[in-house]
């Protein structure tokens, strides 16, 4: 029997990580994939072939603006073959840094076959055995599939097989408004196809800010997604080349919906089934591998790490987050644990969406009415009204002077919070973040903008041109005064 001081299981974005890092750092370290390659989710049907597809989107996007505007006369066609290969190309060329020589050359061992435990340290991998110092589980999420009658009659698609289709519907239905499924309806539409979205709550994105969560709903709406909310799907079943879902609104109204294509896009599961996780006393949930702040489970010498523990949301960087923290715990004996609070969320639609910290509603039942909150609109800022990304807003909420949250809706939001998750992270103040100077006219000036009006009362920033009729109209007055 092979004995080593640290099995990996899974080898996605986290394990791949702890892999790479722990024997570097002299393990003796086993990773263990049950598909055929490494990667995972981020690079089979997640992160990098969506927001491949996110980016085409905003180009076809950015074309029908300049058709708009005259400046290109003919109408875009869409192809999504040729949308699928570039995909796929964008893709291979991030799959091939993961590849297993990078990781043997580092002094990994990789094994491709499944592997479920045996006793607390020893585990099985294609008949052998394997005995372990320490274990940790990387082995992800895949697609949630309800239990809605005659759900399996249909031939529907998750994530994983979007990136197949071999040709473009003419209509899609897409059931959970999660932010992919928004992604994804966006990404459609700019397509050319006519996308509905079904959600059984009776709004979308309830863990947002409200206000903005309002402002992206009118946005898809606008563009022409068509949003049902508080549906509940009773029945599915194929009609000739589509497929029919029997949905009861919360009026108790029935409603018959057609399309050339479903998409049950309701969120991830985690992959904890045939680990044998009970020979390892190994505590787990439907929602996932229980672990503490150290990302131990009840097993001691086991960690459970990205989508497949029972922690928050499931993001590629907070994957990333858990696999530093094992690092540097299982590397420098330090004992850091998982920082919870300061994790950025973006929604990669035109315009995107971006939030850290508490939302208005977090913040007002956490301190009532002792937050301040700042605004300001793209559209009074010169980059919004140059660049023709007039849409949007940021919010900023204090608490005692103290930056506790930020959301964004609006060109670039991915970037813009960058910044606020640096400020929160060091317990930066909003003076700071006011007085740093910013290239003109950059749209990274709208942090500068909002918070200025956390210490200005308007008077000192410059939101933009039209205010400055205004100040320039004041400030002359006032310096004759004085
Ligand atoms: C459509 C979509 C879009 C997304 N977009 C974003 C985004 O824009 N930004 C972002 O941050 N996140 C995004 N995510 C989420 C992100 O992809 C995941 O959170 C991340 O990939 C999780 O990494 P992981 O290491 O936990 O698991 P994974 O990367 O999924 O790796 C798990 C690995 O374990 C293997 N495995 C499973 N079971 C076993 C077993 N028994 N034995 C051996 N190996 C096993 C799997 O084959 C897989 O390779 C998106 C997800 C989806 C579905």
């Given at each position: 029997m092979q004995v080593i001081d640290l099995l990996v299981i899974g080898g996605g974005t986290s394990g791949y990580m702890v892999a790479s890092g722990a024997s570097q750092a002299g393990l003796k370290v086993i990773l263990t994939e049950k598909s055929h390659s490494l990667g995972g989710l981020s690079v089979s049907s997640g992160c990098v072939p969506s927001k491949t597809m996110m980016a085409i989107s905003e180009q076809i996007n950015c074309a029908n603006k300049l058709r708009q505007s005259g400046i290109i006369k003919s109408k875009l066609k869409t192809n999504l073959q040729k949308i699928n290969s570039k995909i796929f190309k964008i893709t291979d060329k991030i799959k091939n840094s993961t590849q297993i020589q990078t990781l043997t050359s580092k002094g990994v061992k990789v094994i491709f076959g499944k592997c479920s435990f045996?006793?607390?340290?020893?585990?099985?991998?294609?008949?052998?055995?394997i005995k372990f110092k320490q274990a940790v589980i990387a082995t992800g999420s895949r697609p949630i599939i309800p239990d809605y009658k005659n759900l399996d009659k249909i031939n529907f698609i998750t994530h994983e097989k979007i990136f197949d289709l071999d040709k473009m519907p003419e209509t899609l239905l897409i059931v959970g408004a999660t932010m992919s499924s928004l992604e994804f309806a966006q990404a459609f539409t700019n397509f050319g196809v006519k996308v509905t979205v079904i959600e059984h709550n009776n709004f979308i994105l309830e863990?947002?800010?409200?206000?903005?969560?309002?402002?992206?709903?009118v946005s898809l709406i606008k563009m022409g997604v068509t949003i049902l909310t508080g549906y509940k799907i009773i029945d599915c079943y194929p009609i000739k080349e589509n497929k029919m879902l029997e949905c009861i609104d919360n009026q108790g109204a029935k409603h018959s919906l057609q399309a050339e294509e479903v998409l049950i896009n309701l969120g991830q599961r985690p992959n904890i089934e045939a680990l044998g996780l009970e020979n390892a006393a190994v505590k787990f949930f439907e929602r996932g591998i229980v672990v503490?702040?150290?990302?131990?489970?009840?097993?001691?010498?086991i960690f459970a790490i990205g989508d497949v523990n029972n922690l928050s949301e499931n993001f590629t960087h907070i994957a990333e987050h858990h696999a530093n923290v094992i690092l540097r715990n299982l590397i420098n004996k330090s004992s850091k644990c998982i920082n919870n609070t300061m994790i950025p969320i973006v929604?990669?639609?035109?315009?995107?969406?971006?939030?850290?910290?508490?939302?208005?509603?977090?913040?007002?039942?956490?301190?009532?009415?002792?937050?301040?909150?700042?605004?300001?609109?793209?559209s009074d800022t010169d980059s919004g009204i140059i660049f023709e990304n007039t849409e949007g807003l940021i919010k900023v909420i204090l608490h005692e002077a103290i930056i506790i949250g930020v959301s964004i809706f609006g060109?670039?939001?991915?970037?813009?919070?960058?910044?606020?998750?640096?400020?929160?992270?060091?317990?930066?103040?909003?003076?700071s973040l006011?007085?740093?100077?910013?290239?003109?006219?950059?749209?990274s000036v709208i942090n500068k903008r909002v918070a200025s009006t956390?210490?200005?009362s308007g008077s000192f920033s410059l939101p933009n041109w039209k205010n400055r009729g205004f100040f320039a109209k004041i400030l002359p007055k006032l310096l004759l005064r004085s």
């Open positions: 045996i006793e607390p340290n020893i585990a099985v991998i294609n008949n052998e055995k863990k947002m800010d409200q206000e903005l969560s309002w402002k992206i709903y503490d702040k150290k990302l131990r489970t009840s097993n001691k010498n929604m990669y639609t035109t315009p995107e969406f971006a939030q850290i910290g508490l939302t208005e509603h977090q913040a007002i039942k956490k301190y009532g009415q002792a937050i301040k909150i700042l605004k300001f609109n793209f060109y670039r939001a991915s970037e813009l919070i960058s910044e606020w998750c640096v400020a929160m992270q060091n317990s930066m103040s909003i003076k006011a007085n740093t100077i910013r290239a003109y006219p950059s749209i956390g210490i200005y």
